[in-house]
């Protein structure tokens, strides 16, 4: 039996996330909070052994660096248990006028980098007698970016509409990865949709042709299942061929 022709208004949108993507931004991270977490550790681990305030500061140089080190490890760990059990989960469609779900949020790396800059702005304070106005200027922007002000910024440049998706209706699809890797096309001009278990290849009548993989994307079997679920409602007329190369 047939699925039921989907209505003439309807649009799936699935989140897309390239891999490559991930751990770049994995990779800025590290890059970006890494040497700072690890050279405040050491300095706190110093002061731990003096007396007085600097002790003080010292533990607390040490907690909030270890609490950094901790985030960036979750984070490592994410990339690294990409393929984990939850990527069978099924894919729910986004709302397409919210903000993505790493901007909707409270960026807690940026919580720990405005500590690590307040932490230092009171280091030096001990030392000297003396405030860094600069510091205390980028400690406070740090953090009313994470804690808010960068959903303000995403808004207020339309990120929500700029969002990596693939949207899904009964005319066509319409697949945005990222600037360079895009890919839009009618069901009227799609020849054949070859599904295999880990990817889709749609082939046009002109020629062309686009394979949706499982290995590119995070979640990416989730992804390739939501397409393949989709298919017989939105495109009834394709039929499933053989699986892609």
């Excluded at 022709?5 to 949108?13: D, F, L, N, S």
């Excluded at 800025?28 to 040497?35: Q, T």
């Excluded at 304070?125 to 400690?139: D, N």
């Amino acid at each position: 039996m047939s699925a039921p022709a989907a209505p003439a208004g309807e649009r799936i949108v699935l989140p897309v996330q390239l891999r490559r993507q991930q751990r770049v931004e994995l990779l800025r991270g590290l890059l970006e909070h890494g040497p700072a977490a690890v050279t405040l550790l050491g300095a706190g681990l110093a002061g731990v052994g003096r007396g007085g305030s600097a002790r003080v500061l010292g533990v607390v140089e040490v907690a909030a660096s270890v609490w950094l080190l901790a985030l960036l490890g979750r984070e490592l760990r994410h990339v690294v248990r990409a393929d984990d059990d939850a990527s069978a989960e099924a894919l729910a469609p986004i709302d397409e006028t919210a903000l993505p779900a790493r901007l909707a949020g409270v960026d807690w790396l940026g919580v720990a980098s405005a500590a690590l800059l307040a932490l230092e702005v009171w280091h030096r304070w001990a030392e000297t007698g003396r405030i860094v106005r600069p510091f205390v200027l980028t400690a406070a922007f740090t953090l009313a970016m994470a804690l808010g002000g960068r959903r303000l910024v995403a808004r207020r440049v339309g990120a929500a509409s700029r969002a990596p998706r693939l949207v899904l209706t009964p005319e066509g699809f319409d697949y945005r990865a990222s600037r360079r890797k895009r890919f839009a096309a009618a069901w009227a001009d799609v020849a054949a949709a070859e599904s295999g278990p880990d990817a889709i290849q749609f082939r046009l009548r002109d020629g062309r042709d686009f394979a949706l993989r499982a290995r590119d994307h995070v979640r990416g079997a989730a992804l390739v299942a939501a397409v393949r679920d989709a298919l017989p409602r939105l495109a009834p007329a394709l039929a499933a061929g053989a699986p892609p190369p």
